[in-house]
């Protein structure tokens, strides 16, 4: 069983920066991709971002240039950093891991990031 936790969501102004973390536990396989979420209040969930167990890395148009995805695989982590904020970027942010050979599909119970203008 493999568990996602999400943390370091917040309330920050506008133009502020989060980090937001996803720790693993459990029983991993490879890695095929780590995607953050996003989902606000009415909204379709959004992808954000997303790093393959290569390390390419791709991302949604609203936060290129702002976010940037990571991972620390000694610790079974990946981080979404978030830069220059906006209150359009509000909502609960999800980590979600895949794994294709397996049919693995993973979320976290998300993190709440509230961007004030």
């Known amino acids: 069983q493999i568990q996602l936790v999400e943390s370091g969501g917040g309330l920050v102004q506008a133009g502020g920066s989060l980090r937001l973390s996803c720790v693993a536990s459990g029983f991993i396989f490879d890695i095929d991709a780590v995607n953050w979420y996003r989902q606000a209040p009415g909204k379709q969930r959004e992808l954000v971002a997303t790093i393959t167990g290569s390390d390419t890395t791709n991302y949604g148009d609203s936060v290129k240039d702002r976010f940037t995805i990571s991972r620390d695989s000694t610790i079974r982590t990946v981080y979404l950093q978030m830069n220059n904020l906006k209150p359009e970027d509000t909502a609960v942010y999800y980590c979600?891991?895949?794994?294709?050979?397996?049919?693995?599909?993973?979320w976290g119970r998300g993190t709440q990031v509230t961007v004030s203008s």
């Open positions: 979600n891991y895949r794994n294709y050979h397996y049919d693995i599909n993973a």
